[in-house]
């Protein structure tokens, strides 16, 4: 599904480069997580990934399903299957969260030749999903993220990752900022959208979330690289020893 | 736009926006209309101002109204102190009076009509029910409407070419028709208000207006009555070289409410046309005006070339205790927009509101606001003002709130939010605050922004393209003046942002 290649990234601005050779490999259906260090160059993964200006590629490839990811528009992208959900997600006033999100799978629909959904079948998807993930329909009103607690604005993520349903999702840090009970209900959203054809590359700092959402495969990422893939002891590993001997080791 | 559930409205709109952006090149109403044209001679003078009132079968009395104001701009000048810029406009070079040629004498049924005229109103997008009458067909009010009635009066250049509905707003007492209409069949009514609300000495541009106007529409609602439909102007300007001065005149007696619309397009040239409209509202004891409306006449090419010289003088006058008046404009069009739609809050417990979104983008220049003059107790006012800048454009607010020594108790609320779209565009905001008594409250608040990287990103790792994104993040900042429009033109309103913005990113 997710294929990157020997990937480096460095600033627009500035010169320092932040990913140096990063190689990764999600098959179809699988959950991966990285974790690693803070600067390790996780979030600019995400970032780069979905096609956020500010970030030179000067080495390297990443494709889905063999396409090439990185000469593709983020609209582009978001269309051929790929979706992050924010670390932090934004808010954009006067727009209503329902709107934004017809808006959105519409365009995407569109953009693959489908017929757009109409007011009513729209509505009677969205009103499901967000019951699952007891987001109330004053909170589909209201204006996208404007206002939401942390976990709202996370729960938000997942909802619009479940009417979009895409194919390879990206959670940057989705667990952060999230008490017990949000963390429950969005790994209970994720978990009910694993299948066979969707894969999950989870970002996180800690092992906590991989509890909930069982991983296949956890990546060790340090200065721009993968240093360690395993199972899910590596996790645990991590959470016992922190990454100090992992770094050592790479050194 | 019509027979649609509130449902499909509310869920629906964004999708069309997105679709009118698409499938439409970047000014919709930008064709011109091949029509033979009966045009006076160029140039303005005390003959051409007699032409003008003997082709609208003028009496004596609106004749020399015309000349005494023409004789009083001829010894004014132009203002200079708004943040605009442009070429000396030279006003012996413009036509003052232009009419289709088939207009001399009104046709009698749908074949006598110029199809030239009937092809434009249907490009126009106005139902064919409506498309019959407006082209001045006598008869066609009987047949069946379709969809929600709304009334239409069409001006085309400098003359009305039809008013729908007439028949069923008569029943109700309400009489709308084009201005020299009421002129000819309702003198004592025009007698009584015209240049009562905005005199013929105000400015150089409604004094010009006021001695050369051609055409217009005249609205009269009687006591207690609530107008049973909508009203509203569509204005053209088709012709080459000619100025469009149209003047419009609503009075709404002792409790009684209407709303009214008006649109506005021109054909794309290269030569900047000349348009200085006067509106003057009477509203009396316990009456409602509500004014929409969406100006979209040409903006002028992505270089600055030729567009709309827009100077309008508008005016509501709340005469009467607890009587009301808002203004709500969705400001697209124009090279230069010059234009303050103001509230006289005279009388007690009067209410004045003014939502606008102005919008300037490549070479456009706005200088657009209102003014809330507090002359009666208790009065009330509400200032909503969403300017968005793009290209090289310059916007600025300027807006007056003056509260006289008699307004006592009175507040007054401005809410001034400024968008800008790129790094080459401005937004100004020039707030004039006057307060002469004690007991009055007067709030500003402004906030200045900057279309944000990170909303785009978010926008578009959803799916949407640049423009979609665009468009959907200012119709969020323009929700809350959007939501003050009517139904139908909230719609065309929102699209149009999406139109406006167009090539404004990346």
Same mark, same amino acid.
């Given at each position: ?5 020997n990937?480096?990234v460095?600033?627009?601005e500035?010169?320092k ?7 990764l490999?999600?098959?179809a259906?699988?959950?991966?997580a990285?974790?690693g ?6 979030s ?5 990934l979905s ?23 983020p ?6 299957g790929?979706f ?11 727009v ?5 999100l017809?808006t959105?799978?519409n ?7 489908e017929?757009?959904l ?6 009677k998807?969205v ?12 909170m ?11 976990g709202?604005k996370?729960?938000?993520?997942i ?10 999702c990206?959670m940057?840090?989705?667990?952060s900022?999230?008490d017990?009970?949000a963390?429950r209900?969005?790994?209970e959203g994720?978990?009910?959208?694993r299948s066979?054809?969707r894969s999950?590359?989870?970002?996180t700092?800690y ?9 296949d ?10 240093i ?12 016992h ?11 | ?15 069309e926006?997105v ?5 439409m090149g970047s ?6 209309t091949?029509i033979?044209?009966?045009y006076?001679?160029k ?5 051409i101002?007699r032409?003008i009132s003997?082709k ?5 009395w609106?004749?020399?109204w015309?000349?005494e104001?023409?004789r009083r701009?001829?010894t004014?000048t ?5 943040m605009?810029?442009?070429?000396e406009?030279d006003y012996q ?8 040629a088939?207009?001399q ?5 749908l ?5 030239k005229?009937?092809a434009t ?9 409506? !498309?019959?009458?407006? %082209?001045g =067909? #006598? ?5 069946? &409407? *379709?969809?929600?009635?709304?009334a $239409?009066?069409?001006?085309?250049d ?5 008013t729908?509905?007439k028949?069923e707003?008569?029943k109700a007492g309400?009489i709308?028709?084009?201005i020299?209409?009421?002129?000819r069949?309702h003198?004592?009514l025009?007698?009584?208000?015209l240049?009562?609300?905005v005199?013929?000495t105000d ?10 106007f051609?055409d ?11 107008c049973?439909?909508?009203l509203?102007?569509?204005?053209r300007i088709?012709?080459?070289?000619t ?5 419009t005149?609503i009075v709404?007696e002792?409790g ?16 900047a !046309?000349?348009?200085a %409209?006067? =509106? #003057?509202?009477v509203?009396l004891?316990? &009456? *409602?005006v509500?004014?929409?409306? $969406?100006?979209?006449?040409?903006p002028g090419?992505?270089?600055?070339k ?5 100077f309008v003088?508008?005016r509501a ?6 009587s ?7 400001e697209?069009g124009?090279?230069i927009t010059?234009?303050?739609?103001s509230?006289i ?14 919008i300037a983008?490549n ?7 209102t003014?809330m ?11 909503v ?9 310059q916007?600025?607010?300027r ?7 008699r ?6 609320y401005? !809410?001034c ?10 937004a100004h905001?020039v707030?004039?605050?006057e307060v002469?008594?004690t007991?009055s ?5 402004a906030?200045?922004s ?6 785009l990103f978010y ?5 949407m393209?640049e423009?979609e994104?665009?468009?959907?993040v200012?119709?969020?900042?323009c ?11 909230a719609?065309?309103?929102q699209?149009?942002?999406?139109i406006?913005?167009?090539?404004s990113?990346g």
């Amino acid at each position: 599904m997710l294929k990157i290649n020997n990937l480096h990234v460095k600033l627009e601005e500035e010169d320092k480069q932040i990913l140096k050779g990063l190689s990764l490999e999600v098959p179809a259906g699988e959950v991966h997580a990285i974790m690693g260090p803070n600067g390790s160059g996780k979030s600019t993964l995400s970032y780069v990934l979905s096609g956020r200006d500010g970030y030179e590629v000067t080495e390297g490839e990443a494709s889905l399903d063999g396409e090439d990811l990185l000469d593709m528009d983020p609209e582009v992208r978001a269309a051929a299957g790929l979706f992050l959900a924010f670390q932090y997600p934004v808010e954009i006033p006067g727009v209503g969260n329902m709107t934004f999100l017809r808006t959105a799978v519409n365009a995407q629909r569109k953009a693959r030749g489908e017929a757009e959904l109409t007011a009513g079948e729209f509505l009677k998807e969205v009103r499901a999903k967000a019951a699952e993930l007891q987001i109330s329909p004053e909170m589909l009103k209201r204006p996208v993220n404007v206002g939401f607690s942390g976990g709202e604005k996370k729960r938000n993520e997942i909802l619009q990752m479940a009417m979009l349903s895409p194919r390879m999702c990206i959670m940057d840090e989705t667990d952060s900022g999230l008490d017990v009970d949000a963390m429950r209900l969005v790994s209970e959203g994720v978990n009910a959208l694993r299948s066979p054809d969707r894969s999950f590359l989870v970002i996180t700092h800690y092992q906590r979330l991989l509890d909930h959402i069982k991983p296949d495969v956890v990546h060790i990422m340090s200065n721009g690289r993968i240093i360690k893939s395993g199972g899910p002891d590596l996790a645990l590993e991590v959470e016992h020893n922190g990454y100090g001997d992992l770094l050592a080791e790479a050194d | 736009m019509t027979g649609t559930t509130d449902l499909d409205v509310r869920e629906g709109v964004d999708r069309e926006t997105v679709e009118t952006v698409q499938n439409m090149g970047s000014y919709k109403y930008g064709w011109n209309t091949e029509i033979e044209m009966e045009y006076a001679p160029k140039g303005v003078n005390e003959d051409i101002v007699r032409l003008i009132s003997e082709k609208n079968g003028e009496p004596e009395w609106m004749t020399d109204w015309r000349l005494e104001a023409y004789r009083r701009w001829i010894t004014m000048t132009e203002p200079k102190w708004a943040m605009l810029n442009y070429p000396e406009i030279d006003y012996q070079d413009q036509y003052y009076y232009a009419r289709p040629a088939s207009m001399q004498e009104k046709p009698k049924s749908l074949d006598e009509v110029d199809p030239k005229l009937l092809a434009t109103y249907e490009k126009l997008g106005i139902p064919l029910k409506e !498309q019959m009458i407006l %082209a001045g =067909v #006598e008869g066609a009010e009987n047949a069946p &409407a *379709e969809g929600r009635k709304v009334a $239409v009066d069409a001006v085309f250049d400098s003359v009305s070419v039809g008013t729908t509905f007439k028949d069923e707003l008569a029943k109700a007492g309400v009489i709308f028709c084009s201005i020299s209409e009421a002129i000819r069949d309702h003198p004592e009514l025009v007698k009584k208000y015209l240049g009562t609300v905005v005199p013929a000495t105000d400015n150089y541009f409604a004094t010009l207006n006021s001695a050369v106007f051609s055409d217009g529409s005249f609205v009269y609602i009687p006591e207690g009555v609530t107008c049973p439909m909508e009203l509203s102007t569509y204005f053209r300007i088709n012709a080459e070289n000619t100025g469009q001065f149209e003047r419009t005149l609503i009075v709404a007696e002792k409790g009684s409410s209407v709303s009214y619309l008006e649109g506005c397009t021109a054909p794309k040239r290269d030569i900047a !046309q000349l348009h200085a %409209a006067v =509106v #003057e509202i009477v509203v009396l004891e316990d &009456a *409602e005006v509500k004014y929409s409306t $969406v100006q979209n006449w040409f903006p002028g090419d992505e270089d600055g070339k030729g567009g709309i010289y827009n100077f309008v003088t508008k005016r509501a006058d709340c005469r009467g205790a607890r009587s009301k008046i808002m203004w709500t404009q969705v400001e697209t069009g124009s090279a230069i927009t010059w234009k303050y739609p103001s509230c006289i809050l005279r009388g007690e417990e009067s209410q004045g509101e003014f939502y606008s979104i102005a919008i300037a983008n490549n070479w456009q220049q706005a200088d657009t606001g209102t003014k809330m003059v507090h002359l009666g107790k208790n009065t009330k006012s509400r200032i909503v003002s969403k300017g968005i800048s793009a290209g090289q454009a310059q916007n600025t607010y300027r807006g007056l709130v003056s509260m006289h020594p008699r307004a006592t108790n009175s507040r007054n609320y401005t !809410q001034c939010d400024s968008l800008l779209i790129g790094d080459k565009c401005g937004a100004h905001t020039v707030p004039y605050i006057e307060v002469k008594n004690t007991s009055s409250r007067v709030e500003h608040e402004a906030t200045t922004s900057k279309v944000d990287d990170d909303q785009l990103f978010y926008c578009r790792s959803r799916g949407m393209d640049e423009e979609e994104a665009v468009a959907l993040v200012v119709n969020g900042f323009c929700r809350e003046v959007l939501q003050a429009l009517p139904m139908e033109f909230a719609m065309e309103a929102q699209a149009l942002v999406a139109i406006s913005l167009e090539g404004s990113v990346g």
